[in-house]
């Protein structure tokens, strides 16, 4: 204990005396050691035993919760002890392993809310350990963006003394320890009254979070009883169902208590763009496709030629665009509503999903759009399909003949359908979607192509061209302009848990550094293992983002944010028409049939620069099955 408490004395008091020197370089170096340093204290005065505590420390033993929602003591499986950011997220554990009434009173508001403020409190300052190594580490990094980390930082540990404190959470020899530090200095100016704040916010965003989860879960946990009543009954079979009748209660009974509701109807409300002025593009096409931005905005002249001809097209001619995954259709469409907003025209843009809709309008600057921006259902359900000059529709190949010529209607001048045929991935559901040279057909226009792409690195490429995408055109070198040479990992591992495991390990890998994140899609071929992946990731204090959908209805939970590099988690086919820098494909089987490989290549062709394939079967299962080894890699 005296060693951890002059540790402190020594690298936090040198921290908030580079604060007040406004040396905020200074400030994070020393910082990052006293998060370590005060989580530990933290630690130890909850545990009170000194021996348990420092095995806990040490990492001989952990704590783990039982399904009952009881924290224990466990021997560690891991040879892995704990570091960095590990510790601050021990100490809510250590907390409700010494009080367990905390942890499993889910009605008790005044518990609830001290453990979510807890859990999010250790989730902060588990950020800011990383924001610290990523600013102690940088030198390259603006001064104001330093500052205002900075202020933000110190006014959050103040914040942090005082949660623990009024919640009598550490020892009044502790609180006392830590009153006696060093003080920062925080002036009106910073407005640190605001951060005082800070606490209630992230209780919130916890509060919406277990929302989202548990009413994920219940959706789920509904459909499988609907499936089972649907079986010859039996009293072993009723009894089943009564149980999982009693969990969806549970659950319901658990949002009920915290009173948000998480799940979303497909027709829930959009803001509209509040004001016209121009947008100044800004990014180069290779850019946008192939680093970690999801800005949409593109210079002309970084276009290929292909892009151009279409860019430069009379837009009083309507128009058919096909090309494969990543070859910037997305881009050109939202490229030509805007060239065509300028003139003055009305503009519809339109996108099969919700989260296609949300991951191209992060792209872009909401406040300036000069054009209306809507996901398919809403477009035509809430709005009842508005008309508009120009209809430009993102992923023509998923919707049915009538809902194309109902675009046709709408578009008073012309309308612009993007697509590709490979990526048509609904038939499986029975939506009777058409191609597009039956799209070719119905609208008597000839299909411009583009064949260049920008996203797919070549080796993986290679892969989904000839071995996996239908109807696809074979790989060719000069079509692929992501040169990187990093082949894609094929990886058995035996079993679920150690699926989780290793998705941990490249979560952990890449996002390492606050300040070189990369987004990560961990993708699936089911609803229902969204579910069980979440869950996994969140017990091992992992955050998140997920979307579930209730294939029966129209209800889905979603928490995507694609201005965060939190891990997205979510089915194949909602991942269609987005991009992320590492591609995870956890609990992978087969896809025999055309349906399954098309929902397989578009789930491949997602990634800009990393593939990951898990899968736990004696060998890897088809068509993947037919890769020659020499084109990827089978280890981590």
């Known amino acids: 204990m005296n060693e951890i408490?002059?540790?402190?004395?020594?690298?936090?008091?040198?921290?908030?005396?580079?604060?007040?020197?406004?040396?905020?370089?200074?400030?994070?170096m020393n910082i990052r050691p006293s998060i370590e340093w005060l989580s530990k204290l933290m630690i130890m005065d909850i545990v009170g035993d000194e021996d348990i505590a420092y095995n806990i420390i040490d990492g001989e033993i952990t704590?783990?919760?039982s399904q009952l929602n009881i924290y224990q003591l466990q021997n560690n499986s891991s040879s892995k002890k704990p570091s960095g950011k590990a510790f601050p997220l021990l100490v809510p554990k250590?907390?409700?392993?010494?009080?367990?009434?905390?942890?499993?009173?889910?009605?008790?508001?005044?518990?609830?809310?001290?453990?979510?403020?807890?859990?999010?409190?250790?989730?902060?300052?588990?950020?800011?350990?990383?924001?610290?190594?990523?600013?102690?580490?940088?030198?390259?990094?603006?001064?104001?963006?330093?500052?205002?980390?900075?202020?933000?930082?110190?006014?959050?540990?103040?914040?942090?003394?005082?949660?623990?404190?009024?919640?009598?959470?550490?020892s009044s020899e502790t609180i006392s320890f830590l009153s006696n530090l060093a003080d920062f200095n925080l002036s009106k100016e910073d407005k640190s009254e605001e951060f005082q704040q800070k606490i209630d916010e992230l209780i919130t965003a916890l509060e919406k979070k277990e929302a989202s989860l548990l009413e994920a879960q219940a959706m789920q946990l509904e459909i499988e009883k609907q499936k089972l009543e649907a079986e010859t009954k039996n009293s072993a079979l009723e009894a089943k169902i009564a149980t999982m009748q009693k969990t969806i209660n549970d659950l319901n009974e658990q949002l009920a208590f915290i009173g948000i509701q998480?799940?979303?109807?497909?027709?829930?409300?959009?803001?509209?763009?509040?004001d016209n002025k121009p947008?100044?593009?800004?990014?180069?096409?290779?850019?946008?496709?192939?680093?970690?931005?999801?800005?949409?905005?593109?210079?002309?002249?970084?276009?290929?030629?292909?892009?151009?001809?279409?860019?430069?097209?009379?837009?009083?001619?309507?128009?058919?665009?096909?090309?494969?995954?990543?070859?910037?259709?997305?881009?050109?469409?939202?490229?030509?509503?805007?060239?065509?907003?300028?003139t003055g025209a009305s503009v519809i843009l339109i996108a099969y999903t919700k989260s296609l809709s949300a991951f191209m309008r992060d792209g872009i600057n909401e406040k300036t759009l000069l054009y209306k921006f809507y996901h398919h259902y809403r477009w035509k359900e809430q709005l009842k399909k508005p008309s508009a000059d120009y209809i430009i529709v993102d992923e023509?190949?998923?919707?049915?003949?009538?809902?194309?010529?109902?675009?046709?209607?709408?578009?008073?001048?012309?309308?612009?359908?993007?697509?590709?045929?490979?990526?048509?991935?609904y038939k499986q559901y029975g939506k009777n979607t058409i191609s597009i040279e039956e799209i070719s057909a119905l609208t008597g226009l000839t299909p411009m192509l583009l064949y260049n792409n920008y996203r797919l690195p070549r080796p993986i490429a290679k892969i989904t061209q000839d071995y996996v995408g239908v109807h696809v055109n074979p790989y060719e070198d000069r079509v692929y302009q992501n040169k990187e040479k990093a082949l894609p990992h094929f990886v058995h591992l035996d079993g679920f848990e150690e699926q989780i495991s290793a998705?941990?390990?490249?979560?952990?890998?890449?996002?390492?550094?606050?300040?070189?994140?990369?987004?990560?899609?961990?993708?699936?071929?089911?609803?229902?293992?969204?579910?069980?992946?979440?869950?996994?990731?969140?017990?091992?204090?992992?955050?998140?983002?997920?979307?579930?959908?209730?294939?029966n209805s129209n209800r889905f939970v979603d928490t995507l944010d694609f201005e965060t590099y939190l891990p997205k988690i979510m089915t194949y086919h909602s991942a269609k028409g987005l991009q992320f820098d590492v591609v995870i494909l956890p609990m992978y089987v087969d896809a025999s049939d055309n349906e399954a490989r098309k929902a397989l290549y578009v789930a491949m062709t997602r990634t800009m620069h990393n593939l990951y394939v898990m899968y736990s079967?004696?060998?890897?299962?088809?068509?993947?099955?037919?890769?020659?080894?020499k084109l990827y890699l089978n280890t981590l």
């Open 63 to 65: 704590i783990g919760k």
């Open 503 to 551: 998705i941990r390990t490249l979560i952990e890998k890449y996002t390492r550094n606050i300040f070189d994140n990369r987004s990560i899609g961990i993708l699936l071929p089911s609803n229902d293992l969204v579910i069980k992946i979440c869950q996994k990731l969140q017990e091992s204090d992992i955050p998140c983002e997920f979307k579930y959908t209730n294939d």
């Open 5 to 28: 408490k002059e540790g402190i004395l020594h690298d936090y008091n040198t921290a908030v005396e580079s604060f007040n020197q406004k040396d905020y370089r200074g400030f994070f």
């Open 279 to 342: 947008v100044k593009p800004q990014l180069k096409l290779s850019n946008i496709l192939k680093l970690s931005s999801t800005s949409w905005d593109v210079e002309e002249e970084a276009m290929d030629d292909d892009q151009l001809d279409l860019i430069e097209m009379n837009i009083n001619k309507s128009m058919l665009v096909s090309g494969c995954a990543g070859s910037g259709k997305s881009v050109i469409a939202m490229h030509k509503a805007e060239q065509v907003a300028r």
């Open 617 to 629: 079967t004696p060998i890897i299962g088809a068509p993947l099955s037919d890769v020659p080894t």
């Open 94 to 170: 250590a907390y409700l392993y010494k009080h367990p009434d905390i942890s499993t009173s889910y009605l008790d508001k005044k518990k609830e809310r001290l453990r979510r403020g807890l859990e999010s409190c250790a989730s902060e300052f588990a950020r800011l350990y990383d924001l610290a190594s990523g600013f102690g580490n940088h030198t390259d990094k603006n001064i104001m963006d330093i500052s205002v980390q900075a202020i933000g930082c110190a006014a959050f540990i103040k914040s942090y003394f005082d949660f623990a404190k009024s919640n009598s959470i550490l």
């Open 262 to 274: 998480a799940t979303q109807q497909i027709e829930e409300k959009e803001e509209e763009p509040t």
């Open 396 to 425: 023509i190949q998923d919707f049915t003949r009538e809902e194309i010529l109902e675009f046709m209607e709408a578009a008073r001048k012309a309308y612009f359908f993007f697509g590709d045929s490979a990526q048509s991935i």
